[in-house]
């Protein structure tokens, strides 16, 4: 997969926010993990909007990553369902909300990635935006049979900064055993999963909760990142923020062998607000290294 180019080799249609602003807006978060330690800075300085946190619904009813709760429907599905509860329950027109999927690595298949989005959604303008980030996730899983197994597992898991699960048997058992960040609490939670289990075996994994997983939370951190400058992105007519590439163009020529490849030689950008369109060509490069041409290189 050819890595996406520089946003900055094309004629850009960011406008900073001039006629709109969230300054002194508040914003509703619905989360149980702790997810707004890791968004509020970002979007507090540089949207200069209130983040307002509540839990006063169990979200884990809309799915878990250890399986006990299948989510429904999509990733942006179940944000969207997030964002909605958290501004009924508090009465916000603004709300936001994250939702975090796993799955294979775009490049090769050989390690878990994690994406994550933050999806804002605005009644008053009647607009959703999304923040994306993704990056190699710390989730890995192991049948182990003894202490000793157990604890070097523990190690490869970047155990006790990433918390673990264990499950009798294995990684489908109903006895779930969560909140396990020391030593102490890890082995008490095998020696009652192996009681347990009748083949003796004990399934263990990393726990994939935001407040367990650092590695998940710095992918997070990007994703509000990404957001917040989607949102300073305000349309040239209108100036609804939100303004952002929608769809790239592919067809830049090799400098080799002239053929087309898979980069962009344009991209469109979009207004949700007043559907304002615009071809934003790329200026900076004329031809694609042959290297990123699936002639020269397949």
């Known amino acids: 997969m050819s890595a996406l180019p520089n946003p900055s080799c094309f004629e850009t249609g960011i406008v900073k926010h001039q006629h709109f602003s969230y300054a002194d807006r508040q914003v509703v978060l619905l989360t149980k993990h702790g997810k707004q330690d890791l968004i509020k800075d970002a979007l ?4 200069g909007c209130s983040l307002l946190h509540t839990d006063a619904f169990d979200t884990d009813q809309l799915g ?15 944000a969207r369902r997030k964002a909605r509860i958290g501004m009924e329950l508090t009465g916000m027109n603004i709300g936001i909300a994250s939702e975090g999927s796993f799955g294979p690595d ?8 994690n994406t994550e989005i933050l999806l804002w959604v605005d009644d008053e303008l009647g607009i ?6 993704n990056g190699p996730a710390q989730s890995i899983h192991r049948e182990v049979k ?26 489908d058992h109903p006895q779930i055993y969560k909140d396990i960040s020391d030593e102490k609490s890890l082995i008490n939670a095998f020696d009652s999963a192996q009681k347990l289990s009748t083949n003796g075996i004990v399934f263990v994994e990393n726990d994939l909760r ?55 030689v344009a991209e469109i950008w979009n207004c949700q607000a007043c559907s304002y369109e615009e071809q934003q060509e790329n200026k900076s490069e004329q031809f694609a290294d042959p290297s990123k041409c699936d002639s020269c290189n397949p």
Do not use: M
């Open 44 to 47: 507090e300085s540089d949207l």
């Open 64 to 78: 878990t990553f250890t399986r006990d709760v299948d989510r429904a429907g999509s990733q942006l599905e179940a």
């Open 106 to 113: 775009p490049y090769a298949g050989f390690f878990t990635w």
């Open 128 to 133: 959703e935006v999304t923040g994306i980030a």
């Open 146 to 171: 003894t202490v000793k197994e157990l604890l070097n597992f523990a190690l490869e898991a970047k155990f006790p900064e990433h918390h673990l699960v264990l499950r009798p048997e294995h990684q």
């Open 210 to 264: 935001a407040f367990c997983n650092p590695t998940r939370q710095e992918i997070i951190k990007n994703a509000a990142k990404d957001l917040v400058q989607k949102l300073r992105s305000t349309c040239p007519v209108c100036s609804t923020p939100g303004y952002w590439r929608t769809k790239r163009i592919a067809g830049l020529r090799c400098s080799f062998c002239n053929q087309k490849t898979r980069l962009p």
